[in-house]
């Protein structure tokens, strides 16, 4: 069974940096693509960025070129260091892992951005 713990939520305000972590039980973490997704109330959960096992990396375009997802497969971690945030990133962010046949994730971490 896989878990996924994520940390480094809170407040900030806008123009400000966070890094999400994420980390995994298990072993075989390095083989699967990761994922960041976020979800307001009342929304779809969307896919914030994922990253691949060698490291092939996706972004939505609404933080492309202020987020950055890298992952360390020793620790097996994955991270979102998230830069100039704005109020609308504002939201619960999820860690996930897929196999390819099932989703595991985490319970979330929120972000609030906020003067």
């Known amino acids: 069974q896989v878990q996924l713990v994520e940390s480094g939520g809170g407040l900030v305000q806008p123009g400000g940096s966070l890094r999400l972590s994420c980390a995994a039980s298990g072993s075989i973490f390095r083989i699967y693509i990761m994922g960041w997704y976020r979800q307001v109330p009342g929304k779809q959960r969307e896919l914030v960025s994922s990253i691949s096992s060698g490291g092939s990396t996706n972004y939505a375009d609404s933080v492309k070129g202020r987020f950055i997802i890298s992952r360390d497969n020793g620790k097996n971690t994955v991270y979102l260091q998230m830069n100039s945030l704005k109020p609308e990133d504002t939201a619960v962010y999820y860690c996930?892992?897929?196999?390819?046949?099932?989703?595991?994730w985490g319970k979330g971490t929120l972000v609030t951005v906020s003067s």
């Open positions: 996930n892992l897929n196999t390819g046949r099932l989703d595991y």
